[in-house]
């Protein structure tokens, strides 16, 4: 799997990932009649995917091993491990995908919620190690539509000390792309989004068109 390309960004490396498979999952996904749950089955599918484009860059060494035949040197992933963020709560159905790719993975979590007044982040909720000082993080969110609870959440982690930071979205909006680009122009560490596709716009409720609707209501169902 390669991914397409890059969208044209200065401050957030956004990388589109292009795959049969991606494409066929994701127009399941989008479709509205597809059920709960074959939708949840099919977002851990479609993160794993999305996942092996995404560590790329994760962080090894060298290791001596003894194969049944002969000594060789192998790959090791990095400590301390990866940090895997699901935003809470759209993000925990992306949570096995990930860690089917990376079970050594550790886990944290985040809970931003977006005021759909407003359309702002508001954090209520964060599990996370006080300190994440050397740590690649990855951080889980189905849809980046306005960009403001992502662009929230990067910045929360970078004032815990991470030092790299990929995103992992289904989807993106062009304006939420923008928004995350204006929010993290000040910040020095690394950032990466990479996802299955870059859609059209957002609507005047700030839903990404064509988009695949509520991601957390067609994962867990409605709770308003």
């Known amino acids: 799997m390669s991914a397409s390309g890059v969208w044209e960004s200065e401050r957030v490396e956004v990388r589109v990932v292009s795959h049969p498979l991606v494409d066929h999952k994701l127009t ?32 090894v060494h060298q290791h001596q ?35 089917r790719l990376v079970p050594t993975a550790e886990v944290g979590f985040l809970g931003m919620l977006r005021d759909e007044e407003t359309l702002e982040p508001k954090t209520y909720a964060e599990r996370l190690p006080e300190d994440l000082s050397g740590r690649q993080c990855y951080v ?7 960009g403001g609870s992502l662009g929230a959440a990067v910045k929360y982690l970078v004032g815990r000390g991470a030092d790299d930071i990929t995103c992992i979205c289904l989807l993106a909006a062009p304006e939420g792309i923008a928004n995350m680009e204006k929010l993290l122009e000040d910040l020095e560490v690394p950032c990466t989004l ?6 059209e716009r957002l609507n005047e409720r700030g839903f990404i068109v064509p988009g695949l609707g509520d991601a957390g209501d ?7």
Do not use: C, N
């Not at 790959?75 to 096995?96: F, H, N, Q, S, Y």
């Not at 990479?194 to 859609?199: E, G, I, R, T």
């Not at 067609?218 to 308003?224: E, M, S």
């Open 28 to 59: 399941l996904l989008r479709d509205r009649t597809t059920v709960q749950p074959t939708f949840r089955r099919l977002v851990e599918e479609l993160v794993t995917l999305l996942a092996y484009e995404a560590t790329r860059g994760v962080r």
């Open 65 to 99: 091993i003894e194969t049944p035949v002969a000594p060789t040197v192998g790959t090791k992933l990095d400590e301390p491990a990866p940090m895997v963020v699901p935003i809470l709560r759209a993000g925990l159905g992306m949570l096995d995908g990930m860690l």
């Open 140 to 146: 889980l969110d189905p849809m980046l539509a306005t």
């Open 194 to 199: 990479v996802v299955s596709a870059v859609d």
């Open 218 to 224: 067609r994962l867990y169902g409605l709770t308003h």
